[in-house]
């Protein structure tokens, strides 16, 4: 009788070292490392790999399975160039940034104008009293308590998509973006929700001097829910942020503060007034809501501000 040929098994899908399959920029990150999948442990849910997870193990000095072939260049012939190698923080952002808006998350952008009349008109009342007590009362204190209470208002806005369910995070973390000697860092301010504004300039002072002075604990960059870029103190007028930290699903941008001319209400007319406003933009992952929740928080947020009171 003749033999019965064995079958053929289906080409291997690369996968991590629990089995979960890699996503296309872990695949990628891997193979520019020259690293094997069975050389490195995921830490992503149930095992996966991540990217933080190969770039550790590549500055852990983990072996290359083979020596990958040098990425093809093109040269300008006469032009000299001087290289500046990245530091391990920078090629962990720009991993992370490729991740998100390639792989992770389709990203989206709305942008709204704020009116800081009011909130200056505060701060200027008691800013004084605070510094005696030796907290800098800061814009940013005022913009993170307006994002809580929009979190407050559209709570989509501070939770993490699955494929199995929305996430909502029962409480804020608020992650503050924040120009560091080695790169963007992002300490996180906890339990957002349970602070008073005093509680939060004091808060974000103690996280915002550590990162500048480089004295920031792991703890201090982990586990934020939401995170906030305030790109206007270099005088950005407009940005839209990306979604750069794993297992968020949302950035606020606030820009530039500029004094403008804007149509405010007098009885039944109206009439034109120097005001002081920014713009404030919020990036979602439109899995998780879509323009019209982002919309309703924007609105929050700028109500909030506007209207600020005692």
């Known amino acids: 009788m003749a033999a019965v040929p064995a079958a053929v098994p289906p080409p291997a899908r690369p996968a991590s ?6 996503s296309p920029a872990v695949r990628r990150l891997l193979g520019e490392r020259g690293l094997d999948p069975s050389q490195v442990r995921g830490t992503g849910p149930d095992g996966r790999i991540t ?8 500055a852990n000095g983990l072996a290359p399975a083979s020596s ?12 000299a160039v001087r290289r500046v190698p990245h530091s391990a923080v920078r090629q962990r ?8 808006l390639l792989h992770t998350a389709p990203h989206v952008t709305n942008v709204f104008e704020v009116d800081l009349t009011a909130v200056l008109a505060h701060r200027e009342r008691h800013r004084q009293s605070f510094a005696e007590r030796g907290v800098p009362l800061t814009l940013s204190a005022y913009f993170v308590r307006a994002a809580v209470a929009a979190i407050e208002e559209v709570p989509e806005a501070n939770s993490r998509w699955s494929e199995a369910a929305l996430e909502i995070y029962q409480t ?3 992650g503050i973006g924040t120009a560091a000697p080695e790169g963007l860092v992002a300490p996180v301010l906890r339990g957002a929700e349970t602070l008073d504004l005093e509680q939060t300039a004091q808060g974000i002072d103690v996280l915002v001097r550590r990162a500048r002075e480089g004295r920031l604990a792991p703890e201090d960059v982990r586990g934020g829910t939401f995170t906030m870029s305030n790109h206007g103190v270099s005088g950005s007028l407009i940005a839209t942020p990306i979604i750069l930290f794993p297992g968020q699903a949302a950035i606020l941008g606030v820009g530039k503060l500029e004094k403008r001319a804007a149509v405010v209400p007098q009885g039944e007319g109206e009439r034109i007034e120097i005001r002081p406003r920014c713009y404030a933009t919020l990036t979602i992952d439109h899995r998780v809501m879509d ?4 919309n309703r928080f924007m609105q929050v947020f700028a109500e909030r501000l506007g209207l600020w009171g005692e």
Do not use: C, H, K, Q
């Open 291 to 294: 323009g019209v929740r982002a």
């Open 93 to 100: 952002i720009a991993a992370r940034m490729v991740e998100s």
């Open 172 to 174: 804020v973390n608020f």
């Open 17 to 22: 070292a629990a089995g979960s399959p890699l």
């Open 68 to 79: 990958p072939p040098p990425p093809a260049r093109t040269e300008s012939p006469g032009i």
């Open 51 to 58: 990217v933080d997870d190969v770039l550790g193990a590549a």
